[in-house]
């Protein structure tokens, strides 16, 4: 076992850490504050090589693996630990991803191209106003009328709708609808790359605005509604009726990054806390001697490392599966995404709240952004990308077999 990086991951690390100090971590708090532009750093992103990480260079692609793009995510998260620029990052790995393994070669060509130099979007659109988590449950329909796919439904937490709609060619995302009745659950889910800008055209039936969200501010998620959106066949992903594993992959990959960057902000967070508590006099001793304080943090540093630990095995894993390894499913690497989330942010969150109790009084005032890096992360802690006990679930399924539901 070797539980160091390779040389090249070692000098990948070290440009996206200098990346993330001259580009990211100065603008992070206006970015919060909307003083500053995702769309400003986006370009800045594509020269290098952080959009579409994992896209091959036949469509000017890194070509990178999972395990870069979690290193990439965890630093990003250190300069940026509301993780609006993680965000975009992540999902511009995963999703891109899965149009690159499903999609026709004629979309791929159209698209990737553009998503790698900055200009095209691609995201997630699968929650519903009923439920989330319950993918098979999807009620958004997809009906062939005339040679065309027409899309009618509901997407309540969309990230990214405003900047795919800003872009010079726009972008769409990853959709997953019903394309047969309820009843057959996931034997009836079809998913489609669905643009809902293409080429600096907005496409029809689309309605959206965005929620103003208490934290994580620097990246938007919208509501989305489609009435008859026309998709043409070719931005089908795989197959009728057999889109369920399509998207079911791309959240096991999206969870592992997910992982590194909550990994990411609560190291932020944990320095934070630890210059803190050396500097903070209390009863004429730093708070830090007291083993009230320096128990809890060796506790949380502890948990971070083998959090961290379970973010890049699973990251590992994506990568041998991807490789053709016989030795790796792809449920092992839904279950190791889904400890990797699991793990990485439930003790991001419980860093974020004892590094406020140390701050005390001041964590609550703007000026001081401990909150800042907490609000981001919970956005993952109340279900983006699955909820915790649906990541309980897919590993209970794992270790103990399906009879567990």
């Given at each position: 076992?070797?539980?160091?990086?390779?040389?090249?991951?070692?000098?990948?690390?070290?440009?996206?850490?200098?990346?993330?100090?001259?580009?990211?971590?100065?603008?992070?708090?206006?970015?919060?504050?909307?003083?500053?532009?995702?769309?400003?750093?986006?370009?800045?992103?594509?020269?290098?090589?952080?959009?579409?990480?994992?896209?091959?260079?036949?469509?000017?692609?890194?070509?990178?693996?999972?395990?870069?793009?979690?290193?990439?995510?965890?630093?990003?998260?250190?300069?940026?630990?509301?993780?609006?620029?993680?965000?975009?990052?992540?999902?511009?790995?995963?999703?891109?991803?899965?149009?690159?393994?499903?999609?026709?070669?004629?979309?791929?060509?159209?698209?990737?191209?553009?998503?790698?130099?900055?200009?095209?979007?691609?995201?997630?659109?699968?929650?519903?106003?009923?439920?989330?988590?319950?993918?098979?449950?999807?009620?958004?329909?997809?009906?062939?009328?005339?040679?065309?796919?027409?899309?009618?439904?509901?997407?309540?937490?969309?990230?990214?709708?405003?900047?795919?709609?800003?872009?010079?060619?726009?972008?769409?995302?990853?959709?997953?609808?019903?394309?047969?009745?309820?009843?057959?659950?996931?034997?009836?889910?079809?998913?489609?790359?669905?643009?809902?800008?293409?080429?600096?055209?907005?496409?029809?039936?689309?309605?959206?605005?965005?929620?103003?969200?208490?934290?994580?501010?620097?990246?938007?998620?919208?509501?989305?509604?489609?009435?008859?959106?026309?998709?043409?066949?070719d931005f089908i992903l795989g197959e009728v009726n057999n889109g369920?594993?399509?998207?079911?992959?791309?959240?096991?990959?999206?969870?592992?990054?997910?992982?590194?960057?909550?990994?990411?902000?609560?190291?932020?967070?944990?320095?934070?806390?630890?210059?803190?508590?050396?500097?903070?006099?209390?009863?004429?001793?730093?708070?830090?001697?007291?083993?009230?304080?320096?128990?809890?943090?060796?506790?949380?540093?502890?948990?971070?490392?083998?959090?961290?630990?379970?973010?890049?095995?699973?990251?590992?894993?994506?990568?041998?599966?991807?490789?053709?390894?016989?030795?790796?499913?792809?449920?092992?690497?839904?279950?190791?995404?889904?400890?990797?989330?699991?793990?990485?942010?439930?003790?991001?969150?419980?860093?974020?709240?004892?590094?406020?109790?140390?701050?005390?009084?001041?964590?609550?005032?703007?000026?001081?952004?401990?909150?800042?890096?907490?609000?981001?992360?919970?956005?993952?802690?109340?279900?983006?990308?699955?909820?915790?006990?649906?990541?309980?679930?897919?590993?209970?399924?794992?270790?103990?077999?399906?009879?567990?539901?």
């Amino acid at each position: 076992m070797d539980f160091g990086f390779s040389r090249e991951e070692v000098l990948f690390r070290d440009s996206v850490r200098e990346f993330g100090e001259r580009y990211v971590k100065p603008h992070w708090i206006e970015l919060d504050e909307g003083k500053y532009s995702l769309l400003d750093l986006i370009p800045r992103l594509a020269e290098h090589g952080l959009v579409g990480l994992t896209i091959s260079s036949r469509y000017g692609g890194s070509e990178g693996s999972f395990l870069m793009a979690a290193i990439a995510a965890e630093e990003l998260a250190k300069a940026d630990p509301s993780l609006a620029v993680p965000v975009y990052f992540l999902l511009e790995t995963a999703w891109p991803f899965i149009v690159q393994r499903y999609a026709k070669d004629s979309v791929k060509e159209e698209v990737l191209p553009r998503l790698v130099k900055g200009e095209a979007w691609i995201g997630i659109a699968s929650t519903e106003p009923q439920g989330g988590s319950d993918v098979a449950g999807e009620r958004t329909e997809a009906k062939f009328v005339n040679g065309k796919w027409l899309v009618t439904g509901e997407k309540s937490m969309v990230t990214g709708v405003s900047i795919a709609l800003k872009l010079p060619y726009g972008g769409g995302f990853v959709t997953i609808t019903r394309t047969g009745p309820l009843e057959a659950r996931h034997r009836a889910i079809t998913t489609f790359l669905l643009m809902v800008k293409r080429n600096g055209v907005v496409n029809e039936g689309i309605e959206t605005r965005e929620w103003d969200e208490w934290g994580r501010h620097g990246i938007p998620t919208n509501y989305l509604k489609l009435n008859n959106t026309p998709v043409d066949p070719d931005f089908i992903l795989g197959e009728v009726n057999n889109g369920f594993k399509i998207a079911m992959e791309g959240f096991n990959v999206a969870r592992t990054i997910i992982g590194a960057a909550s990994i990411g902000s609560a190291m932020w967070l944990l320095e934070q806390g630890r210059e803190w508590i050396k500097q903070r006099v209390v009863f004429g001793k730093p708070i830090a001697s007291y083993q009230s304080i320096s128990f809890k943090y060796a506790e949380l540093h502890a948990r971070l490392e083998a959090a961290k630990l379970m973010v890049y095995k699973a990251a590992w894993l994506a990568d041998k599966f991807y490789s053709g390894d016989p030795a790796v499913s792809i449920s092992d690497v839904a279950a190791a995404g889904a400890m990797a989330k699991m793990l990485a942010v439930e003790a991001a969150v419980d860093t974020g709240l004892e590094v406020m109790k140390w701050f005390g009084g001041m964590s609550y005032f703007r000026e001081t952004p401990i909150a800042r890096a907490l609000l981001g992360i919970l956005s993952y802690y109340v279900g983006a990308e699955g909820t915790q006990n649906i990541m309980r679930l897919i590993i209970a399924r794992q270790v103990i077999g399906r009879e567990v539901e």
